[in-house]
Protein backbone atom coordinates (compact mmCIF):
# COMPACT_ATOMS: atom_id res chain seq x y z
CA UNK A 1 0.00 0.00 0.00
CA UNK A 2 1.00 3.52 -0.95
CA UNK A 3 -0.05 6.84 0.80
CA UNK A 4 0.98 10.03 -0.94
CA UNK A 5 0.22 12.97 0.84
CA UNK A 6 -0.03 16.71 -0.26
CA UNK A 7 -1.34 20.01 0.68
CA UNK A 8 1.33 21.02 3.08
CA UNK A 9 3.65 24.50 2.97
CA UNK A 10 4.11 27.99 4.34
CA UNK A 11 0.47 29.70 6.03
CA UNK A 12 0.93 32.75 8.54
CA UNK A 13 -0.95 32.60 12.29
CA UNK A 14 -4.15 32.56 11.59
CA UNK A 15 -4.49 30.87 7.97
CA UNK A 16 -5.61 27.58 6.83
CA UNK A 17 -3.94 24.60 4.78
CA UNK A 18 -5.88 21.35 3.57
CA UNK A 19 -4.11 18.32 3.86
CA UNK A 20 -4.41 14.94 1.58
CA UNK A 21 -3.18 11.68 1.48
CA UNK A 22 -4.36 9.26 -0.83
CA UNK A 23 -3.94 5.58 -0.74
CA UNK A 24 -3.21 2.77 -3.31
CA UNK A 25 -2.27 -0.86 -4.31
CA UNK A 26 -3.79 -4.01 -2.49
CA UNK A 27 -6.57 -2.50 -1.08
CA UNK A 28 -9.80 -4.43 -0.18
CA UNK A 29 -10.82 -2.14 2.64
CA UNK A 30 -9.94 0.97 4.22
CA UNK A 31 -9.93 0.78 8.02
CA UNK A 32 -9.01 3.75 10.23
CA UNK A 33 -6.94 6.58 8.96
CA UNK A 34 -5.35 9.34 10.81
CA UNK A 35 -2.58 11.91 10.85
CA UNK A 36 0.33 12.43 12.91
CA UNK A 37 2.63 15.23 13.42
CA UNK A 38 6.09 15.43 14.76
CA UNK A 39 7.54 18.98 15.58
CA UNK A 40 11.45 19.15 15.95
CA UNK A 41 13.09 17.45 18.92
CA UNK A 42 9.63 16.60 19.96
CA UNK A 43 7.83 12.87 19.48
CA UNK A 44 5.54 12.00 16.78
CA UNK A 45 1.73 12.61 18.34
CA UNK A 46 -1.42 11.72 17.41
CA UNK A 47 -3.70 14.53 15.58
CA UNK A 48 -6.99 13.10 14.79
CA UNK A 49 -8.11 9.78 13.25
CA UNK A 50 -11.23 8.49 11.89
CA UNK A 51 -13.06 5.46 11.99
CA UNK A 52 -14.29 3.42 8.78
CA UNK A 53 -17.53 4.53 10.14
CA UNK A 54 -16.68 8.08 10.76
CA UNK A 55 -16.29 9.00 14.26
CA UNK A 56 -13.72 11.16 14.82
CA UNK A 57 -10.86 11.56 17.51
CA UNK A 58 -9.23 15.04 17.91
CA UNK A 59 -5.87 15.79 20.28
CA UNK A 60 -6.94 18.47 22.53
CA UNK A 61 -4.68 21.12 21.01
CA UNK A 62 -6.28 20.95 17.43
CA UNK A 63 -10.16 20.51 18.31
CA UNK A 64 -12.45 23.39 17.33
CA UNK A 65 -9.31 24.08 14.91
CA UNK A 66 -8.90 20.96 12.99
CA UNK A 67 -11.45 18.61 10.80
CA UNK A 68 -10.81 14.73 9.48
CA UNK A 69 -12.52 13.62 6.84
CA UNK A 70 -12.52 10.61 4.27
CA UNK A 71 -13.84 9.72 0.98
CA UNK A 72 -13.77 5.75 1.37
CA UNK A 73 -14.63 5.50 -2.31
CA UNK A 74 -10.97 7.09 -3.22
CA UNK A 75 -8.98 5.85 -0.49
CA UNK A 76 -8.33 8.98 0.45
CA UNK A 77 -7.97 11.31 4.12
CA UNK A 78 -8.36 14.88 4.53
CA UNK A 79 -7.47 16.90 6.97
CA UNK A 80 -8.62 20.81 7.07
CA UNK A 81 -6.59 22.86 9.69
CA UNK A 82 -7.58 26.22 10.18
CA UNK A 83 -6.96 29.28 12.86
CA UNK A 84 -3.07 27.85 12.97
CA UNK A 85 -0.45 28.50 15.04
CA UNK A 86 3.06 28.67 15.05
CA UNK A 87 2.87 25.69 17.70
CA UNK A 88 1.82 23.65 14.78
CA UNK A 89 4.87 23.60 13.33
CA UNK A 90 5.29 20.36 12.32
CA UNK A 91 5.64 17.21 9.39
CA UNK A 92 2.43 15.86 8.89
CA UNK A 93 2.20 12.37 7.99
CA UNK A 94 -0.91 10.13 7.45
CA UNK A 95 -1.72 6.78 8.34
CA UNK A 96 -4.20 4.29 6.96
CA UNK A 97 -5.28 0.69 7.90
CA UNK A 98 -6.58 -1.45 5.19
CA UNK A 99 -7.40 -4.90 4.25
CA UNK A 100 -5.90 -6.54 1.03
CA UNK A 101 -7.30 -8.68 -1.48
CA UNK A 102 -4.88 -11.33 -0.50
CA UNK A 103 -6.33 -11.20 2.88
CA UNK A 104 -3.21 -8.91 4.53
CA UNK A 105 -3.86 -6.30 6.93
CA UNK A 106 -1.57 -3.22 6.71
CA UNK A 107 -0.52 0.02 8.97
CA UNK A 108 1.29 2.46 6.41
CA UNK A 109 2.42 5.69 6.41
CA UNK A 110 2.54 8.62 3.90
CA UNK A 111 6.24 10.03 3.44
CA UNK A 112 5.61 13.28 5.53
CA UNK A 113 4.22 16.89 4.57
CA UNK A 114 5.73 19.80 6.18
CA UNK A 115 3.55 22.62 7.81
CA UNK A 116 5.20 25.72 8.48
CA UNK A 117 3.33 28.71 10.68
CA UNK A 118 4.81 32.28 10.81
CA UNK A 119 4.03 34.65 13.37
Known amino acids: VQLVESGGGLVQSGGSLRLSCAASGDIFRVNAMGWYRQAPGKQRELVAT???????NYADSVKGRFTISRDSAKSTVYLQMNSLKPEDTAVYYC??????????????WGQGTQVTVSS
Open 50 to 56: VTSGGST
Open 95 to 108: KVGSLGWSGSTYDS
